[in-house]
């Protein structure tokens, strides 16, 4: 069973950053395409980013373009999610996804996605 785990999520002042990352004991996240996921209160599920196994597709929507990046750490296992510029509306549970897909997909859906963490809550406020 593929377990995946969430951190770095807290408080942050609106115009702050934090880095999340995804980590798994036991199951190699290199070989596959792993999404950021985030739902807000009320909220449905949003797609936040995804990065392909190759790591040569890493794709964003407009909402976070330019604010957010992901990133792997093949050493450490490990992908990060760096999120600067929080905005209020940044705040929400994240949830990062793994894909048993590899190349260059970086899929959007949430059935595209085969394991999941258990999230981590990321509040912007003042």
């Known amino acids: 069973q593929v377990q995946l785990v969430e951190s770095g999520g807290g408080l942050v002042q609106p115009g702050g950053s934090l880095r999340l990352s995804c980590k798994s004991a036991?199951?190699?996240?290199?070989?596959?395409?792993i999404g950021w996921f985030r739902q807000a209160p009320g909220k449905e599920r949003e797609w936040v980013s995804c990065?392909?196994?190759?790591?040569?597709?890493?794709e964003f929507p407009d909402s976070v373009t330019g604010r957010f990046t992901i990133s792997r750490d093949t050493l450490k296992n490990t992908v990060y999610l760096q999120m600067n510029s929080l905005k209020p509306e940044d705040t929400a549970d994240y949830y990062c996804?793994?894909?048993?897909?590899?190349?260059?997909?970086?899929?959007?859906?949430?059935?595209?996605?085969?394991?999941w963490g258990q999230g981590t809550r990321v509040t912007v406020s003042s």
């Open positions: 990065i392909s196994s190759s790591s040569g597709s890493r």
């Open positions: 996804a793994l894909a048993l897909i590899d190349g260059s997909s970086c899929p959007r859906r949430n059935d595209e996605y085969d394991y």
């Open positions: 036991g199951f190699t996240l290199n070989s596959y395409a």
